[in-house]
């Protein structure tokens, strides 16, 4: 019995000592299952919109950043795919190309990176064709294979912040170029790539998508037939700052609110994109294709606008504001707004608007409006070489609204109105404003008034020009009588004098719109 109690003894720390070895090879073995990883298969995306992937993305990058390092270095396979489950959403729909398809495709895009703007229609169309045949010939399926310990160095990188340095993880990235097929998620592609990254948003359909705060300097080119395509269930297609963006060559359609929205932004180029159907049941005052709001350096350039509720407005914001060479079909409450601009460059030139059914709760007021504007006196608001063609039932609206509640140093220059409101071209008080060879018909209708008035609706109110002789009307108002001119004799010039400024012309017709 001398010797029974060390004999257990030995035998409990023998058993102790087998245990720990199996314990050890059971925790090697998991550590070499890690190392090597799982691989993960994307989840089925039929059902799941694109606002919800960013939320859960979002919802993760907050939780990872939350953690410490060590906890992600030691999550288990499982718990590394129920946490990075969002990374595989992301990329369900991406076809990972490979480094030569991807070099290829940065040589053909070069050319559309840096477009100005004055690239035409036809190489467009080419640069795309390319681009669409080089990334055919690569092939491959929708989804790329993940390992939990891909999915451990992302969460990572997203720990640290280091998010450019998965964009290439997660998406097709060469250089500072990114190529985003229909599926991919154009929100969280802006999240993690860099900033001055150019996104070519390629043809197809990409539905439900909103981009946030598009990172400074970025570009936004559409390929080929590239649509965003709100559903009419998504509020905008572009919101927040976005300063420094170019977005091009994109059409943007079915938004409830918005197709561009911007609170705060500085050297923002719009062009070459289609607008359709963008807040066709709310009022234009607040709503419509684009809208910026306490911005600077702002242009819309060759742009198409088709029934939304309002076309471009801009609020409380500084020259340069540029809208040039834009066509507009059913542009609802106006077709244009500067609502408080201010400043040098303010260039509302060449745009093209008809008017066939109203869009939006509210009717067609004034093409074009200048509401409490003021341009600078070397550098006037031109309103110039428009065409308007078309009326709501307003009994207050017109082609054309100079110094609305007061403004100064404006002038509409070339401007051709067919039918195109109750007034032609209205000064309604401010101050320096200038009327020069614009071309007013209309036939007479309910509430046909005047080609062209000049009254203080507003003061101060003074200087008000008509060019001599180069102002020319056809103008009947409601009894079909000929109107071509009216004043109110308070902003320096009378009825009878604006009237003898102001040619008539019997024999211009609507012949006028093809000028």
């Given at each position: 019995?001398?010797?029974?109690?060390?004999?257990?003894?030995?035998?409990?720390?023998?058993?102790?000592?087998?245990?720990?070895?199996?314990?050890?090879?059971?925790?090697?073995?998991?550590?070499?299952?890690?190392?090597?990883?799982?691989?993960?298969?994307?989840?089925?995306m039929t059902d799941i919109t694109a606002a919800e992937v960013t939320t859960d993305f979002t919802t993760m990058v907050n939780r990872t950043r939350g953690m410490r390092a060590s906890r992600i270095r030691g999550m288990s396979s499982s718990d590394l795919?129920?946490?990075?489950?969002?990374?595989?959403?992301?990329?369900?729909?991406?076809?990972?190309?490979?480094?030569?398809?991807?070099?290829?495709?940065?040589?053909?895009?070069?050319?559309?990176?840096?477009?100005?703007?004055?690239?035409?229609?036809?190489?467009?169309?080419?640069?795309?064709?390319?681009?669409?045949?080089?990334?055919?010939?690569?092939?491959?399926?929708?989804?790329?294979?993940?390992?939990?310990?891909?999915?451990?160095?992302?969460?990572?990188?997203?720990?640290?912040?280091?998010?450019?340095?998965?964009?290439?993880?997660?998406?097709?990235?060469?250089?500072?170029?990114?190529?985003?097929?229909?599926?991919?998620?154009?929100?969280?592609?802006?999240?993690?790539?860099?900033?001055?990254?150019?996104?070519?948003?390629?043809?197809?359909?990409?539905?439900?998508?909103?981009?946030?705060?598009?990172?400074?300097?970025?570009?936004?080119?559409?390929?080929?037939?590239?649509?965003?395509?709100?559903?009419?269930?998504?509020?905008?297609?572009?919101?927040?700052?976005?300063?420094?963006?170019?977005?091009?060559?994109?059409?943007?359609?079915?938004?409830?609110?918005?197709?561009?929205?911007?609170?705060?932004?500085?050297?923002?180029?719009?062009?070459?994109?289609?607008?359709?159907?963008?807040?066709?049941?709310?009022?234009?005052?607040?709503?419509?294709?684009?809208?910026?709001?306490?911005?600077?350096?702002?242009?819309?350039?060759?742009?198409?606008?088709?029934?939304?509720?309002?076309?471009?407005?801009?609020?409380?914001?500084?020259?340069?504001?540029?809208?040039?060479?834009?066509?507009?079909?059913?542009?609802?409450?106006?077709?244009?707004?500067?609502?408080?601009?201010?400043?040098?460059?303010?260039?509302?030139?060449?745009?093209?608007?008809?008017?066939?059914?109203?869009?939006?709760?509210?009717?067609?007021?004034?093409?074009?409006?200048?509401?409490?504007?003021?341009?600078?006196?070397?550098?006037?608001?031109?309103?110039?070489?428009?065409?308007?063609?078309?009326?709501?039932?307003?009994?207050?609206?017109?082609?054309?609204?100079?110094?609305?509640?007061?403004?100064?140093?404006?002038?509409?220059?070339?401007?051709?109105?067919?039918?195109?409101?109750?007034?032609?071209?209205?000064?309604?008080?401010?101050?320096?404003?200038?009327?020069?060879?614009?071309?007013?018909?209309?036939?007479?209708?309910?509430?046909?008034?005047?080609?062209?008035?000049?009254?203080?609706?507003?003061?101060?109110?003074?200087?008000?020009?008509?060019?001599?002789?180069?102002?020319?009307?056809?103008?009947?108002?409601?009894?079909?009588?000929?109107?071509?001119?009216?004043?109110?004799?308070?902003?320096?010039?009378?009825?009878?004098?604006?009237?003898?400024?102001?040619?008539?012309?019997?024999?211009?017709?609507?012949?006028?719109?093809?000028?």
């Open positions: 019995m001398k010797f029974f109690k060390p004999l257990l003894i030995v035998i409990a720390v023998i058993i102790l000592l087998g245990s720990c070895a199996v314990i050890e090879l059971a925790l090697q073995g998991e550590s070499e299952t890690d190392a090597q990883g799982e691989i993960l298969s994307a989840p089925d795919a129920a946490l990075g489950a969002p990374i595989m959403s992301v990329t369900a729909n991406t076809v990972m190309l490979n480094s030569t398809t991807l070099e290829t495709l940065a040589e053909i895009s070069a050319e559309m990176t840096g477009d100005d703007g004055s690239m035409a229609a036809a190489n467009h169309r080419e640069i795309s064709r390319r681009v669409v045949a080089a990334i055919n010939r690569a092939g491959g399926d929708p989804g790329k294979d993940f390992t939990t310990e891909d999915i451990r160095g992302i969460l990572l990188a997203i720990h640290e912040s280091n998010f450019s340095e998965t964009c290439g993880e997660l998406f097709n990235m060469s250089g500072s170029s990114v190529w985003l097929s229909p599926g991919e998620n154009l929100n969280i592609a802006n999240m993690i790539c860099p900033s001055a990254t150019t996104f070519f948003v390629l043809e197809g359909t990409h539905a439900g998508q909103m981009v946030e705060s598009s990172k400074e300097e970025n570009r936004w080119k559409g390929v080929g037939s590239a649509v965003l395509d709100g559903e009419s269930t998504t509020q905008r297609a572009f919101s927040g700052g976005m300063s420094g963006n170019t977005i091009a060559w994109l059409q943007i359609e079915n938004y409830t609110d918005h197709g561009i929205y911007s609170t705060r932004s500085v050297g923002t180029e719009l062009h070459h994109i289609e607008f359709r159907n963008i807040a066709t049941d709310k009022h234009g005052q607040e709503f419509g294709a684009v809208m910026f709001h306490n911005s600077e350096d702002i242009s819309v350039r060759d742009s198409h606008i088709e029934n939304v509720a309002s076309g471009v407005r801009f609020r409380d914001s500084s020259g340069p504001l540029v809208v040039t060479g834009n066509r507009a079909l059913n542009s609802g409450r106006n077709f244009f707004q500067c609502d408080k601009c201010n400043g040098a460059g303010i260039r509302i030139n060449g745009n093209v608007m008809e008017h066939t059914e109203q869009t939006g709760r509210a009717p067609l007021e004034d093409w074009i409006n200048l509401f409490m504007s003021n341009g600078t006196s070397n550098s006037w608001i031109q309103v110039n070489n428009n065409r308007a063609k078309g009326h709501s039932e307003s009994d207050s609206g017109s082609f054309i609204m100079l110094a609305d509640a007061t403004g100064s140093f404006q002038e509409a220059i070339g401007n051709i109105g067919v039918n195109p409101g109750q007034v032609g071209i209205g000064i309604a008080g401010g101050e320096d404003i200038r009327v020069e060879n614009n071309k007013m018909f209309s036939v007479g209708w309910a509430e046909s008034n005047v080609a062209y008035y000049s009254a203080e609706y507003s003061s101060p109110c003074g200087n008000h020009q008509f060019t001599p002789g180069t102002n020319v009307a056809h103008w009947r108002n409601a009894n079909g009588t000929l109107n071509r001119a009216w004043s109110d004799g308070r902003c320096g010039l009378t009825n009878a004098e604006i009237r003898a400024l102001v040619r008539e012309d019997l024999n211009m017709g609507e012949e006028i719109w093809e000028q």
